[in-house]
């Protein structure tokens, strides 16, 4: 069974930093497209980070400069650096592997205060 489960999420001031996980298990995120998304209130959800299989990465305008995405083999998670936060950030974040069915994690909150 695939399972992704999110850390780090949490309540940060603007211009902090902030480090979201996924651990992921039945998968090897090292073979597959792993995302990050996140939804507002009201708001759609909308892609914040990709990184592809082959180490590739691709970010929204929104968050460019200021986050990044990477895995780690050994420990089969994914992570997102936030840098520079600001309070348009803040969201449910969630974790995605990119199948031909999507796998979502739970989603963590990240606040960010002004």
């Known amino acids: 069974q695939v399972q992704l489960v999110e850390f780090g999420g949490g309540l940060v001031q603007a211009g902090g930093s902030l480090r979201l996980s996924c651990a992921a298990s039945?998968?090897?995120?090292?073979?597959?497209?792993m995302a990050w998304y996140r939804q507002a209130p009201g708001k759609q959800r909308e892609l914040v980070a990709v990184i592809t299989n082959g180490g590739n990465t691709n970010y929204a305008d929104s968050v460019k400069g200021r986050f990044t995405i990477s895995r780690d083999n050994a420990k089969n998670t994914v992570a997102l650096q936030m840098n520079i936060l600001k309070p348009e950030d803040t969201a449910i974040y969630y974790c995605?592997?990119?199948?031909?069915?999507?796998?979502w994690g739970q989603g963590t909150q990240v606040t960010v205060s002004s």
């Open positions: 995605a592997a990119i199948m031909g069915s999507n796998i």
């Open positions: 039945g998968i090897i995120v090292s073979s597959r497209v």
